[in-house]
């Protein structure tokens, strides 16, 4: 059995672990990947196929001009300046 490092893994995942969930995690996840490897012992052929399933696209029937309502939606905001919109920084740095 592969060992994992719950921390490592939370860690280069981004995600706040407390030492209480690493321990169920540690404790969990061999018994998950028992479980994966009997479903793949098991067999079956994987396809790839999906049927008759494809993009369906609808034709533009009215189009308008690039742009045309772009004066429309940056009088209406509330917060704009020389033709651009100000929005409230939303992107934190660690």
């Known amino acids: ?3 994992i ?3 490592k893994l939370a860690y280069l995942a981004r995600i706040a672990v407390t030492d209480k969930e690493i321990e169920e995690l540690e404790r969990e996840i061999p018994e998950i990947i028992t479980f994966v490897d009997q479903i793949t012992e098991a067999g079956g ?3 790839k196929e999906t049927g008759d ?3 369906v ?3 533009d029937e ?3 001009a690039t742009g045309i309502h772009a004066k429309e939606m940056v009088d209406a905001m509330p917060d704009s300046k020389d ?3 100000r929005v409230r ?3 934190a740095q660690d």
């Open 57 to 59: 696209l609808r034709e």
């Open 45 to 47: 052929e994987i396809t």
């Open 83 to 85: 033709g651009y919109l």
């Open 1 to 3: 059995m592969v060992e």
């Open 53 to 55: 399933h494809y993009n």
């Open 5 to 7: 490092d719950i921390a």
């Open 62 to 64: 009215d189009p308008h």
């Open 89 to 91: 920084k939303i992107i």
